[in-house]
């Protein structure tokens, strides 16, 4: 492991979530990578969501819960630009070796990645209320 990689393990922390001998690679790559650096990245997250809806969804703060959580939904399934903005902030944290895992499978991989990103946002759409406000 080079000293990127390494310093990239070490940064991003411990695994979140279980992997045992059943857990599939998918799975595995899901707990081990994907997980902390959603964590890690998180306030980006929030920052690129806040910055995407002031610059594409002003009435975003007029809408109902349920409303919100659909333009969430949209915003990442459906925004191919700001999807790989997104994908961007999660694939520069991997190592060498999980990228080689993740251009095996990257479907597969982006469709686990962007559905939790999508759950991770909507369960905290009381943040982008509070930055609508500052």
């Known amino acids: 492991m080079n000293e990127r990689d390494t310093f990239l393990s070490e940064f991003r922390g411990q695994t979140i979530g279980s992997v045992t001998t059943q857990s599939t690679t998918e799975e595995s790559f899901q707990n081990e990578v994907l997980r902390p650096i959603l964590k890690l990245q998180n306030d980006l997250f929030v920052a690129s969501?806040?910055?995407y809806i002031s610059k594409n969804k002003a009435d975003f703060y007029s809408h109902s819960l349920d409303?919100?959580?659909?333009?969430?939904e949209n915003a990442i399934q459906k925004d191919i630009k700001f999807r790989n903005v997104l994908k961007g902030m999660v694939i520069g944290l991997f190592t060498s070796d999980e990228?080689?895992?993740y251009t095996k499978n990257s479907s597969n991989i982006n469709k686990r990645m962007m559905?939790?990103?999508v759950e991770r946002l909507k369960s905290q759409l009381q943040l982008f209320e509070i930055k609508k406000s500052n």
């Open 49 to 51: 969501f806040t910055n």
């Open 67 to 72: 409303k919100k959580q659909s333009i969430i």
């Open 115 to 117: 559905s939790m990103l």
């Open 99 to 101: 990228y080689a895992i």
